[in-house]
């Protein structure tokens, strides 16, 4: 069973930056495709980032071109970097485990991101 554990969320202003951290208990780099979602107040949980290996990644149209997704292996941690951010990225950031060859997925706990002046 993987264990993932988020940090690095908080209170930043509009057009600000954070890096968001997932770190795994174990090592996840061809077993598993790494995501993040996020669910805002009254919201479902949506898709935001995700990443296979080193070299493939997946952004929802939100996150194209403000957001970057990124791994170190040898840390077994991934990584959100969150750029130009809106309040409406406000929401509670959730890193997700997806197995490739099928079987349950794995969640974190959350970390609360919120945009605010």
Known sequence: ???LVESGG???QPG???RLSCAASE???EDYRMNWFRQAPGKERAFVAGIWR???TFYADSAKGRF???RDNAKNTIYLHMNSLKPEDTAVYYCNAQPMT???NYWGQG???TVSS
């Open 102 to 104: 099928g079987g349950p």
């Open 68 to 70: 970057t997704i990124s």
């Open 16 to 18: 600000g930056s954070l």
């Open 27 to 29: 090592r996840t780099f």
């Open 54 to 56: 080193s070299e493939m």
């Open 10 to 12: 908080g209170l930043v």
């Open 1 to 3: 069973q993987v264990q």
């Open 111 to 113: 970390t609360q991101v």
